[in-house]
């Protein structure tokens, strides 16, 4: 069991900047990659970017240029650094966690609004 708890959200201003953290415990051993995906309302949820556990990252188109992913392995923590913020951006986002064996975990989600 992979237990994900996010914080960093929060409401910002368009251009503006938030970051998130995702902390892992339980089996973290057995990561194969974690990520951020986000839902907005009405709309299904879309990987925004994700890192394997060799450190490769990928991007959603939308946020490429914007958004970098990073992580600190001595503290177990993914990060989602969001900059140049635009109210499309708004959604409630989630942390990932995929298994070796390809299960998959999440976290509760953490709210991002992005409004003048």
């Known amino acids: 069991q992979v237990q994900l708890v996010e914080s960093g959200g929060g409401l910002v201003q368009p251009g503006g900047a938030l970051r998130l953290s995702c902390v892992a415990s339980?089996?973290?051993?057995?990561?194969?990659?974690m990520g951020w995906y986000r839902q907005a309302p009405g709309k299904r949820r879309e990987l925004v970017a994700d890192?394997?556990?060799?450190?490769?990252?990928h991007y959603a188109d939308s946020v490429k240029g914007r958004f970098t992913i990073s992580r600190d392995n001595a503290k177990n923590t993914v990060y989602l650094q969001m900059n140049s913020l635009k109210p499309e951006d708004t959604a409630v986002y989630y942390c990932?966690?995929?298994?070796?064996?390809?299960?998959?975990?999440w976290g509760q989600g953490t709210q991002v609004t992005v409004s003048s």
């Open positions: 890192i394997t556990s060799g450190g490769s990252t």
């Open positions: 339980g089996s973290i051993f057995s990561m194969k990659g």
């Open positions: 990932n966690f995929v298994t070796i064996r390809f299960s998959q975990y």
